[in-house]
């Protein structure tokens, strides 16, 4: 800090001139009219006056000609603008960031305060030293960034956008803050960016600064327990088994209790205690036969700096049966599923004509997988667009290997399947034509794939390139399990096997009619507007807050979606010191940052002052004159 002032507006001084007429005007002599009187007795101030009309004199008593003296210096230094000098190179353009996301609404068990007012606090005292060449630009930054305020120097505007800052319910996402300064950097000067947040993101980010980036690390918050997980799977009893993971980032020892709500009763709860660090998951046990909603509330026994991961939704949906198409051809996979009750099979004995959609169609035929359905399965050909890269041959072959990760594989053994049909690769063809066409091979052969999957926008495929009932594979105990892998993977898209709890940005997408328009209420009262697609769609709604989101409109009778948290990095509370890009790392700063501090409101209130005084000591009362 520079304690010599500068001068933002030197050709003030000029005005220093005035004290020329100020002073001459006491050196004018005074023009008394001459009057004769009987005596001087009575008249010595009139003649001391005289006396002091001198020049030299003048100055000794005219304490009045003092006040005005020093009236006039600190008026023109105030239109001088004066200020005390940081040491830092001032920034005539400067966007400050700030971070809002759900750890910035973490408090002190002290004073209580969340990370995002101390951000506040620290960038308004900035705000108010702006100097007349200086323009800032508030960027909020969130899971996405939002430019608050263009560059300007309003200082009412600036304090009125930072005051409206809230604490959004998501994970930061830097990168996005960045590329929105990168792009402002096109219409400004931008040398330096501000950057406020208490540490709580990933320490990587993708990014090359072209830039100077002030990192303003905010101190940490208190300990802070959370539920980071929510995820309920159907048991074979028909039940629903409800897993809830809660974490610890305090320093000891933190009781709690865990609560689980259906349709707003009160159905488990469980006493916890958590150690330092530490994460423990539990496990309910509920019955629903009809589509339900159940909360899980988390109350800590002592402090707890964050409020917004103590709860998270769950929606149970409708137990309803699977609807399966299976080719009359393939045989063997009806026949593997034949005896499982929560599938309704088709085509049905004398039926030609099935539902208009379906949950899974394993077929031989591509012109089946046409339908609509959530998985398909083509066995025995090869689509129409890999045909350029694979042929099929008429020869003995085997398995070579195949992806074990794969949920359609998983505990499925594939060494010695003989297969009597042989995929083979065109020349000049491999994998890497498969993936330009969004494939994945999950099984090998001697020459080619075997097993393909696709995930396409509303679908998931899979294609064995040759025909299973041609092969030893369905007389191994594998098949089975490959199918009820299949089975159990169409439920889990279909969402009646395995539900997890929805968690902000975005709300998941709901299909309506297409093409209308729908009002979506927030948790915090605010209204949204959107319009579904041509195939009823709605999606991409922002969901910035824990809570229930009401969606009306054609179609929508007042529907609920509950969304939370369920996030292991916000609920932790981390602060990293040290944030790498893709060439430099950046530091958090070590002392708050210091600015140019104006001084001309004070020189103003100086002059006023002594403009009071010298009003005062006009208007007093003269000595030895009676009241």
């Not at 046990?285 to 026994?301: G, H, Q, R």
């Not at 159990?488 to 709300?507: F, K, Y």
């Not at 309506?512 to 709605?538: A, C, F, H, M």
């Amino acid at each position: 800090m520079n304690f010599w002032p500068g001068f933002y507006s030197i050709q003030g001084a000029w005005y220093l001139l005035l004290l020329l007429p100020l002073i001459i005007f006491y050196f004018l002599k005074l023009k008394r009219p001459h009057k004769q009187v009987p005596s001087l007795a009575l008249w010595s101030q009139v003649i001391n006056d005289r006396r002091v009309n001198s020049p030299f004199q003048k100055f000794k008593r005219s304490i009045l000609l003092l006040l005005q003296i020093l009236l006039l210096l600190f008026l023109v230094l105030s239109l001088m603008q004066p200020f005390i000098q940081s040491g830092a190179e001032r920034a005539e353009y400067l966007p400050i960031l700030i971070d809002c996301s759900a750890s910035m609404g973490a408090t002190d068990p002290e004073t209580k305060k969340t990370r995002l007012e101390l951000a506040k606090a620290r960038v308004t005292e900035l705000i108010e030293n702006l100097l007349p060449d200086q323009r800032v630009s508030l960027v909020a930054v969130s899971s996405t960034a939002r430019r608050l305020t263009d560059f300007t120097d309003n200082q009412r505007v600036l304090k009125q956008s930072l005051a409206g800052l809230t604490v959004d319910d998501v994970p930061s996402h830097l990168e996005d803050a960045l590329r929105m300064t990168q792009a402002l950097s096109r219409t400004a000067p931008i040398k330096t960016v501000l950057f406020y947040s208490d540490g709580n993101f990933p320490k990587e980010v993708n990014f090359e600064l072209p830039f100077e980036l002030n990192y303003q690390r905010l101190p940490s918050a208190g300990a802070n327990l959370g539920i980071t997980s929510f995820n309920a799977r159907k048991n074979q009893s028909g039940n629903w088994d409800v897993f809830i993971r809660v974490e610890n980032s305090s320093d000891s020892d933190t009781p709690a209790t865990v609560e689980l709500l259906q349709d707003g009763q009160s159905v488990a709860k469980e006493e916890i205690v958590l150690s330092t660090g530490d994460s423990q998951r539990l496990e309910f046990s509920i019955s629903a036969d009809k589509a339900s909603t159940l909360e899980a509330v988390l109350i800590p026994e002592s402090f707890d700096s964050l409020v917004s991961d103590n709860r998270a939704f769950l929606k149970i949906p409708q137990a309803r049966s699977l609807l399966v198409f299976i080719d009359p051809d393939l045989s063997s996979y009806r026949y593997a599923l034949a005896d499982n009750e929560e599938l309704q099979l088709y085509p049905e004995a004398g039926e030609t004509v099935g539902p208009p959609e379906y949950d899974l169609i394993i077929s031989a035929s591509e012109k089946d997988l046409e339908k609509q359905a959530l998985v398909k399965l083509g066995v025995g050909f090869i689509p129409d667009d890999l045909k350029k890269y694979i042929t099929l041959e008429t020869k003995l072959t085997d398995v070579v290997d195949w992806n074990r990760s794969s949920s359609f594989l998983r505990h499925v053994e594939l060494n010695d399947v003989q297969i009597t049909e042989e995929p083979v690769w065109v020349e000049n063809a491999g994998v890497e034509n498969l993936e330009e066409s969004g494939y994945e091979v999950l099984v090998h052969g001697r020459r080619g794939p075997l097993l393909l999957q696709k995930r396409n926008a509303g679908d998931l495929e899979f294609y064995f390139l040759f025909n299973t009932d041609r092969s030893t594979m369905p007389y191994r105990v594998g098949f089975p399990i490959m199918v009820s892998n299949l089975v159990q993977l169409t439920m889990q898209e279909a969402g009646i096997a395995e539900v997890q709890a929805a968690a902000t940005p975005v709300l998941p997408p709901v299909e309506y009619l297409p093409e209308q328009k729908y009002e979506i209420k927030t948790p915090d009262g605010k209204r949204l507007s959107t319009e579904s697609n041509k195939n009823g769609l709605v999606s991409g709604i922002a969901a910035l807050h824990v809570g229930n989101y009401v969606i009306s409109g054609e179609g929508a009778d007042s529907d609920e979606i509950s969304v939370s948290l369920l996030s292991p990095l916000e609920t932790s509370l981390v602060s990293v010191e040290e944030i790498q890009f893709s060439e430099v790392p950046v530091t958090a700063a070590q002392a708050q940052i210091d600015s140019d501090k104006p001084l001309w409101s004070e020189f103003a209130l100086i002059a006023f002052l002594l403009l009071l005084i010298e009003w005062w000591y006009f208007q007093r009362r003269p000595a030895g004159i009676p009241s």
